[in-house]
T-cell receptor, first 113, second 112 residues
Framework: GAVVSQHPSRVICKSGTSVKIECRSLDFQATTMFWYRQFPKKSLMLMATSNEGSKATYEQGVEKDKFLINHASLTLSTLTVTSAHPEDSSFYIC?????????FGQGTRLTVV | QKEVEQNSGPLSVPEGAIASLNCTYS??????FFWYRQYSGKSPELIMSIYSNGDKEDGRFTAQLNKASQYVSLLIRDSQPSDSATYLCAVTDPGGYQKVTFGTGTKLQVIP
């Protein structure tokens, strides 16, 4: 299967700071990248969809100015959580899409204190 | 709004038994169907994909798709304690972004 590298795997940050999460597809090119958030014991919630070289499309209720997505190349996408607050604490997962299949990064556990 | 529905469980089965996981979806134009397994604190991993009506077998896993009934299932034969996880059903539509919609997942517990 395709190899996806997401890091950091865990991050603890202070309230008000920003955190960048990086997602790389190591052996394939992903034209589409999905970013998900998952709260404990809940399912994956799609935050946004991005295509290489264009602006991300955000799901309803997701603040685009708070969750900045950059998809500068076919192998790299980043999610920056700006001015993080404790309610942003969650498990963030990137999912590059190729052909008809979605692959997943290892996830990032964000804790905002 | 597209929906993918699963029973949240937990579904408990004894070791060696068959576990049957079910999923229904609302969008008739959905084309691709997937089952993912997610261990606690980990990302989902792909178990099976199925695109046409009928059964698809891979080792101990069998996916079944019935587009007329908008129903997809996953059977796990000879269930093992290591199969204990949450199983997510996912469907994609033929739209430009191939958006993936996930169900809420069914928690499976295999009792030794």
């Amino acid at each position: 299967g395709a190899v996806v590298s997401q890091h950091p795997s865990r991050v603890i940050c202070k309230s008000g700071t920003s955190v960048k999460i990086e997602c790389r597809s190591l052996d394939f090119q992903a034209t589409t990248m999905f970013w998900y958030r998952q709260f404990p014991k809940k399912s994956l919630m799609l935050m946004a969809t991005s295509n290489e070289g264009s602006k991300a499309t955000y799901e309803q209720g997701v603040e685009k100015d708070k969750f900045l997505i950059n998809h500068a190349s076919l192998t790299l996408s980043t999610l920056t959580v700006t001015s993080a607050h404790p309610e942003d604490s969650s498990f963030y997962i990137c999912s590059p899409f190729m052909n008809t299949e979605a692959f997943f990064g290892q996830g990032t556990r964000l804790t905002v204190v | 709004q597209k929906e993918v529905e699963q029973n949240s469980g937990p579904l408990s089965v004894p070791e060696g038994a068959i576990a049957s996981l079910n999923c229904t979806y609302s969008d008739r134009v959905s084309q691709s169907f997937f089952w993912y397994r997610q261990y606690s604190g980990k990302s989902p991993e792909l178990i099976m994909s199925i695109y046409s009506n009928g059964d698809k077998e891979d080792g101990r896993f069998t996916a079944q798709l019935n587009k007329a009934s908008q129903y997809v299932s996953l059977l796990i034969r000879d269930s093992q304690p290591s199969d204990s996880a949450t199983y997510l059903c996912a469907v994609t539509d033929p739209g430009g972004y191939q958006k993936v919609t996930f169900g809420t997942g069914t928690k499976l517990q295999v009792i030794p």
